[in-house]
């Protein structure tokens, strides 16, 4: 858990949570704080599984997940490849192209450019290609006076897509079984705040939304999960236009290591099938696996 990324809080956050619950369920439990050095701490402790609770570039993006195949230790959620697509925002709409899972237009454009002028019509949004968590998005509205004036945070190059009006929706993926449908509800932009504050959001779940929209996430969930390979968990992010129906739902992103604070989204839907907190850390746990 923790780790050197944006989101570093949120990621010890869930290390506690599910160090917690795994104790509950008698795992001799040893919480790492992963720095330059995790290695030759793996190394020493010689764990029979790692859960990985860090989120956000390194320990999402295939990085740690490499690290842990050399170690040979096994380690939950997605593999390395999938870590890494999935990471990479712009090429996990490629990958939901390919499948016919339905995206919005997107393109990859030097943050330069992106400040100097519009790239794309107005709404549009703008954000790093291999963040989570909300962190260095910009909304871009057709009121806008000019381009956005990214913040000196922001890479090279960013992802600037269309903005996709409606509803936030989300599910999770637990194995090959998708949980359910979670309808977030905010006051504004669906921001790092809203997600991990108290009371940034609220949550519907199951979501209070026509059958047919709420099968197609099921179904685009599971699809867009072996689509690019996970295992485990992962969770995928959708916005829907009500007033287009089915053609409004649009695929956002899919998150190979969702969040496991009180606030997040995939021990929510656990919950709601039945499955406690300390019953899917275990899961997790006795579901790990590297390819040795």
């Not at 506690?16 to 992963?34: F, P, S, T």
């Not at 979670?182 to 939304?209: C, F, M, Q, R």
């Not at 496991?260 to 989204?265: G, Q, V």
Request: net charge negative; proline share 6%.
């Amino acid at each position: 858990m923790g780790g050197p990324s944006a989101e570093r809080e949120v990621s010890l956050s869930s290390g506690q949570a599910c160090a917690a619950a795994l104790r509950e369920r008698n795992y001799k439990v040893i919480e790492v704080d992963a720095g330059p050095d995790l290695a030759a701490v793996l190394t020493q402790i010689k764990p029979e599984a790692v859960l990985n609770c860090l989120h956000g570039r390194w320990g999402e993006d295939g990085c740690v997940q490499g690290l842990l195949e050399w170690l040979q230790i096994p380690y939950s959620h997605s593999g390395v490849l999938s870590s890494a697509l999935a990471m990479d925002k712009q090429r996990t709409k490629e990958i939901y192209r390919s499948v016919g899972l339905p995206v919005v237009q997107s393109t990859i454009a030097a943050a330069e450019d992106v400040r100097r002028d519009h790239v794309m019509t107005p709404p549009y949004v703008v954000k790093p290609n291999n963040e989570g968590s909300s962190v260095g998005v910009y909304l871009v509205g057709a009121e806008n006076n000019g381009p956005p004036q990214l913040g000196p945070e922001m890479p090279e190059f960013v992802m600037v897509e269309a903005f996709a009006p409606g509803r936030e929706l989300t599910t999770t993926v637990m194995g090959q079984r998708a949980l359910t449908v979670t309808d977030i509800l905010t006051t504004g932009w669906y921001d790092y705040d809203a997600k991990y504050k108290e009371g940034g959001s609220s949550h519907v779940v199951p979501a209070d939304v026509p059958a047919e929209i709420f099968e197609l996430c099921l179904e685009y969930a599971l699809r867009a999960h072996n689509a690019l390979g996970c295992r485990g968990i992962s969770r995928t992010d959708y916005r829907w236009d009500e007033s287009k129906g089915a053609d409004g739902l649009v695929l956002l992103e899919t998150n190979t290591q969702p969040g496991m604070t009180a606030t997040s989204l995939t021990p929510e839907q656990a919950a709601a099938c039945g499955i406690s907190f300390p019953e899917l850390c275990a899961w997790m746990v006795e579901d790990a696996t590297c390819s040795r």
